[in-house]
Structure formats: C-alpha cells, structure tokens
C-alpha cells in the first residue's frame, strides 16, 4: 500500500487495489512521500470516504491536534456503542469540535436549547459526550460544559443512524421539546427533570414521532383506546390538544392508538 497524498502526519491518502482511501495512524507520514509505502502497523483506520475533497480542505485549515483528539473522540464512541459510525463523522465532528475550541478561546459559550432532552433522548452519546470534553480538558486545558457534550452527542447519534442528518436529529429533538412545553403548560404541574415519568414520557413521544411514517402493528385496540379516553377525560384532553398542536405547526398525525398511550403518560405525569 503506498501513500498518494499526505493530508498531514496522521493521514494519509492511499491506493488499494485501485481504490483510494484514507489511512489514520500516529505519524503515519513522518518523514515519507508520495508513493513511499506505509507500514500496515501503521494504520488504526482505514476507509473509503466520498468527501476527501472536503477532509483534505478540513485539514489544511484547523490544527492537526484538533483532528488527533477528535479522531480519539470518535474511536471511543464507536468502542463504547459497538457500532462503525458514518464516515462523515470525520468531517463533522472534526469541525465542529475544532470551531468550539477556537469559540470557547475567545469566551464565546453557546447553550444548547435541547440540553434536557439531549440528556434523556440519547444517554449514551451524551455520556461519551461528556468524556469526550473532559478529555478535551486534559489535552487542552479548555473548560467545556454540558452544553457542548449535547452538541456532540447529537453529532455521534446522527453517525448511527443510517439515512439521519443531523438537521433531522435536531427536528425530532425541537418537537419533543415543543410536546413536553405543551404538556407541562396543559398539566401545570413543575415537572423534576430527572423525574421517571418524565423520561419515560421523552421517550415515547420520541418512538412515537418515528412510528408517525411507518405501519406498524396497532398493540391496543378499540375498545381499550375508547376506555382509557373514557377513564382519564383530562388526560386525554391534553393529548388531543397536543395533537392538534403538532398536526397544525408541523404536519404530523398521531393515531387515537397513540394518543392512548400518550394519555397514559400523561396521567402518571400528573399523579407524580
């Protein structure tokens, strides 16, 4: 395997058997040149990538560390949840976690508006996202807060998913926040963030929004929907507002299967 472009010492562009790819290792590229051949145990990663174009354009413009740690961040991520991440998280999360190291340096916070949900919706992530500024922390000696470990959460979990953009992440995200104002205001009851009726409530209205384009298997039926909105009027009240809320702000349709379901969360809500 030789190397066909140098992006910096830690990357490389290769041709494998015609393909180019681009290999990551510790200075993989120290002291070599085009077509000088890589030591295979060399090489932590390598993988065929659309967008060189953009990566190589990515390099040339933010310090080498930053890519360094944010390859780390990525590496541990994928480890930890057990799966191979987009290979446009090389891209995406490079940058963003080197504009947030350029931005805090100069006292510019941003806080994350969907920081709760974020917490709720995907733990996982977060909690790597909390590793990850911690580890940001050690090698930079630069604070970061919760709100940029939800930042980079939502860019691990758009990773995962195929066929999900982070625009789209962010959606679903803002909606539920959205629901869970509508709720709270309807309910009028102050709502403990770490409360287990409030999770579980987050999400259900998360894997409800997904069921919303999708048949799936009705798992109650009419008679049990029609005693529930029988059983719990005011619960049911709130749900349908609810409803009617999100049919008309964002084009999304819940069933009266659904709305059952989300009544019963709303009622073990109120009795919390």
Not at 47 to 73: W, Y
Not at 202 to 222: G, P, Q, S
Not at 229 to 240: M, S
């Amino acid at each position: 395997m030789r190397i066909y472009k140098i992006l910096n010492n830690n990357a490389v562009i290769v041709k494998d058997g015609g393909v180019e790819k681009i290999a990551i290792g510790p200075g993989i590229a120290f002291n070599k040149q085009r077509n000088d051949v890589i030591n295979p145990k060399k090489i932590e990663k390598l993988f065929v990538m659309e967008e060189n174009e953009k990566l190589q354009q990515l390099l040339k413009r933010i310090p080498e560390e930053h890519f360094l740690i944010s390859e780390t961040i990525i590496s541990y991520a994928e480890k930890q949840m057990d799966t191979k991440l987009s290979e446009h998280i090389h891209i995406q999360l490079t940058d963003h976690i080197s504009f947030a190291i350029e931005r805090i340096k100069e006292g510019i916070h941003l806080r994350n508006k969907l920081l709760n949900e974020i917490k709720i919706l995907y733990k996982k992530e977060f909690t790597i996202g909390l590793w990850a500024i911690d580890y940001i922390k050690q090698h930079l000696q630069i604070e970061m807060d919760e709100n940029e470990a939800a930042f980079i959460a939502l860019h691990l979990h758009t990773a995962k998913q195929k066929g999900t953009d982070l625009k789209d992440a962010i959606r679903q995200t803002t909606i539920i926040q959205d629901m869970v104002k509508t709720i709270k205001s309807l309910v009028q009851i102050d709502v403990q963030e770490d409360d287990l009726a409030y999770h579980r409530l987050i999400t259900h209205l998360r894997y409800a929004l997904a069921r919303t384009n999708k048949y799936e298997i009705r798992t109650l039926d009419d008679e049990i929907t029609e005693m529930i909105q029988k059983k719990l009027p005011f619960a049911n009240h709130c749900a349908h507002v609810l409803a009617k809320n999100v049919a008309e702000k964002y084009d999304i349709h819940f069933s009266e299967q659904e709305l059952a379901y989300i009544t019963l969360h709303i009622e073990r809500l109120r009795k919390k």
